[in-house]
Structures are given as structure tokens and as C-alpha cells.
């Protein structure tokens, strides 16, 4: 997840004031009034050591709307608008490409086996036609899911679909274009980086044919340019991204899953409410599929229904029962 906020300069000075001030009259900011309110929407507990984060986050929306702290409190519950601006400053939207290389190779091995099977069935089998399906929850800005798509693609696996769902629609809508900085490029193994392409904005592009730039100011404009890429559109076609609570009660999706990546989510939520989110996921894991999470998470997690992979790097469990 990423952990900044755009704003234009002004604004952020305003800002500034404002939770300065709100942190000097702690009878005029409750933390722990926000913090419940931030708890009971999504789940989501943010520790007291980002309280200034939290009171950043709670000025800026407040600011952004031309209202006032407590008029902000007051109109969360009844305009949605405001409600999912003011979850998008408070998330934090940590995440990078390739983050953890060995649950990405266990999920491609899964689609190897799940393609080598379709393959051995009778070609009038309607199980030939199964789309092997992940899930990526809590993605984010699209890293983890772009880097799965780019790792099947590698394989030159054409019949599987990936759904990534996050509680922040401003990430998703970073997700769905696909466009990111050379930063992130740079953690894209070799033999994927043939499904990126430079991004070349018209704009720039003009300015360059028809404006007499000095040769290298043209080169520094041209570098820059560059440095921005996106994904292959030919990937697109794989991936879905769509708003999803995962601690509402409803799947973001009727189909079941052959595949279930959870990482460096499940440490945002209280213990109860990570029992109550991975019974959900494996509600919608399908029998004989995985849920894949980071190493160390919810290590207490015994479910009847599912087995824990013997596996050195990834912490992963098989759903062996409905």
C-alpha cells in the first residue's frame, strides 16, 4: 500500500494548520472516536503510533469538502462519497510487484497441474473449459495481481482469470489502469518484463515533434516519459478488479476459487476478526484449492476443513473438506 497522499500546495499548508491544530486541542480531536469508527467500517485497526497519520487523513477529508472536523464526523454516515474519500486517505496502501517470489512460483505450479489435468480429461468434458481462478485479496494498487497475471502469461497459460478486490477505491483505480514508475519496474524479473510497455503520454509526444526543445532538455523530457510504463493490454483481459469489505458477509464473486492469496493483510484486523475472515475465504476456496498467506500470519489458524502445506517459505493451506 502506498502511503501518500496528492494534494495540490495550498491545500496541504491548510492541512497542515488544521491537524496541527487538532493535535494541540486533544478535546477537539478523540483519536479513539475515530479509531472505533475506522474499526467498525472495515475492520481496520490503526495503531496509536499513526495518529498524526489519523489526524492527517481526518483534516485533509474535512478540508478537501470545505467542512469543519465535527461536521465531517457528522456526515460520514450519510454520504457515502465523503465515507469512502476519507477510507482512502486513512488505508495504508502498501504493496510492490513480485513482493514474495515463492507463493507466486506455488501459484503458478497450481496452475501447471490444473492445465496438465484438463489436458488428460476427454476433450467433451466440460471440466476442460474450468478457468483456473485466484483471488488476490486486499491488493492494493494492483502489484501482487499484475505479477501473478505476468508469471502465467510467462507460462503461456491463456485459460485462468484473477480477481483483485481492496477496500480503497482510489487503489483500485491505480489497479485497473495498470500504470506505474520505473521504482516498480525495476522489480520485474526478466522474463517478464515483455509484458510492460513504456508509457508515452499524446501530450508529450506533441510537444516534442513540434516545439523547439534544446537536445537535451528533449532527452531529459524523453527519460522522464519512460520512467512511467503500464501493463500489456493483453493481460487485461485476465484481470478484474472490483470494491470488496472483507469483513462483509458477501463474496465479491459467486464462483469458488482454485487459488486464495492473502498476504500482509490479515495483521491489520484484530485476532476474532481474522478467524471470522479466513473462515469466509475458505468458504470460497474450492475443494482441493489453496489459500495462500504471508509467512507468520495467523499462525493460531486450525481449521478443521482445510491442511497446512509442508512447504519451507510459504505459508499455505489445502482445502481438503466442504
Same mark, same amino acid.
Given at each position: #500500500?502506498?502511503?501518500? %497522499?496528492? =494534494?495540490? /500546495? ?72 465523503? !465515507? ?25 505450479? +497450481? ?5 496438465? !489435468? ?14 483456473? !481462478? ?7 494498487? /494492483? ?6 497475471? #505476468? ?10 482469470? %484473477? ?8 487503489? *483500485?483505480?491505480?489497479? !485497473? ?6 521504482? =516498480? ?46 501493463? #500489456?493490454?493483453?493481460? $487485461? ?5 472490483? *470494491? ?12 469458488? =476459487?482454485?487459488?486464495?492469496? +492473502? =498476504?500482509?493483510? *490479515? #495483521?491489520?484486523?484484530? $485476532? ?51
Amino acid at each position: #500500500m502506498n502511503n501518500h %497522499i496528492q =494534494q495540490d /500546495g495550498p491545500i496541504i499548508h491548510k492541512a497542515d494548520a488544521l491537524a496541527a491544530e487538532a493535535l494541540r486541542q486533544d478535546a477537539a480531536f478523540d483519536t479513539e472516536q475515530w479509531q472505533r469508527y475506522i474499526e467498525q467500517e472495515i475492520g481496520f485497526i490503526l495503531p496509536n503510533i499513526q495518529r498524526k497519520w489519523l489526524v492527517n487523513a481526518v483534516t485533509q477529508t474535512a478540508l478537501s469538502y470545505g467542512l469543519t472536523i465535527l461536521q465531517l464526523w457528522k456526515q460520514l454516515p450519510i454520504n457515502y462519497e465523503l !465515507r469512502q474519500q476519507f477510507l482512502d486517505k486513512v488505508l495504508i496502501h502498501e504493496s510492490r510487484f513480485f513482493r514474495h517470489q515463492p507463493s507466486i512460483e506455488f501459484v503458478i505450479e +497450481c496452475a501447471l497441474q490444473h492445465q496438465r !489435468r484438463q489436458l488428460t480429461n476427454n476433450s467433451d468434458d466440460i471440466a476442460t473449459n474450468e478457468l483456473f !481462478r485466484i483471488w488476490s485479496v486486499g491488493c492494493a494498487s /494492483g502489484q501482487e495481481t499484475w505479477s501473478l497475471a #505476468m508469471s502465467l502469461a510467462a507460462k503461456q497459460l491463456t485459460n485462468y482469470t %484473477i480477481l483483485g478486490t481492496d477496500v480503497s477505491e482510489q487503489a *483500485l483505480k491505480k489497479a !485497473r489502469v495498470g500504470q506505474y514508475d520505473k521504482r =516498480q519496474q525495476a522489480l520485474i524479473p526478466p522474463h517478464c518484463q515483455q509484458y510492460i510497455q513504456p508509457l508515452r503520454p499524446a501530450s508529450v509526444i506533441k510537444a516534442l515533434r513540434f516545439f523547439p526543445v534544446a537536445t537535451n532538455t528533449k532527452k531529459t523530457i524523453e527519460n522522464s516519459v519512460r520512467a512511467h510504463w503500464q501493463v #500489456m493490454p493483453t493481460l $487485461k483481459q485476465h484481470v478484474r478488479f472490483t *470494491l470488496h469489505n472483507i469483513i462483509n458477509q458477501e463474496p465479491p464473486t459467486p464462483y469458488l =476459487q482454485q487459488v486464495i492469496v +492473502c =498476504q500482509n493483510m *490479515l #495483521m491489520y484486523f484484530r $485476532k476474532f476478526d481474522q478467524r471470522d475472515i479466513l473462515a469466509r475465504l475458505s468458504k470460497q476456496c474450492a475443494l482441493g484449492g489453496y489459500i495462500i498467506l504471508a509467512p507468520g500470519e495467523a499462525l493460531f489458524w486450525r481449521p478443521s476443513n482445510m491442511r497446512r502445506i509442508a512447504h519451507p517459505q510459504i505459508n499455505a493451506w489445502q482445502k481438503i473438506s466442504a
